[in-house]
Nanobody
Framework: VQLQASGGGLVQAGESLRLSCTTSEGTLSNYHMTWFRQAPGKEREFVAA????????YYADSVQGRFTIARDNAKNTVYLQMSSLKPEDTADYYC??????????????????????WGKGTQVTVSS
């Protein structure tokens, strides 16, 4: 499955942005979906996850309360709604999909090594 992420851009601190992740191959509703990000010079880090079965969500502490992950199965799309953006949110954002069982919650979903499919990043820049 080739994922396509889009929606990145340049915004000012405090503004909002919505990222989208979709594919023309298969159905995203069959996968747990996640978002990761990687800032320049830093390692890739987990942002948010949404399980396919009961729609459980997980968030990194740094984005809890500001970001929301959701899916629209009719559009075969997963979104990351980002609000109250901060300069430290500046990064390339990647969507990823996995079928690994959600056995340990965020511990499972936040491991990049558990992701089976990745999309190319979309760049988000937040100016102060």
């Amino acid at each position: 499955v080739q994922l396509q992420a889009s929606g990145g851009g340049l915004v000012q601190a405090g503004e909002s942005l919505r990222l989208s992740c979709t594919t023309s191959e298969g159905t995203l509703s069959n996968y747990h979906m996640t978002w990761f990000r990687q800032a320049p010079g830093k390692e890739r880090e987990f942002v948010a996850a949404l399980t396919w079965n009961i729609g459980r969500t997980y968030y990194a502490d740094s984005v809890q309360g500001r970001f929301t992950i959701a899916r629209d199965n009719a559009k075969n799309t997963v979104y990351l709604q980002m609000s109250s953006l901060k300069p430290e949110d500046t990064a390339d954002y990647y969507c990823a999909a996995t079928v690994v069982p959600d056995l340990k919650g965020i511990v499972t979903m936040s491991r990049a090594a558990n992701m089976k499919f990745w999309g190319k990043g979309t760049q988000v820049t937040v100016s102060s």
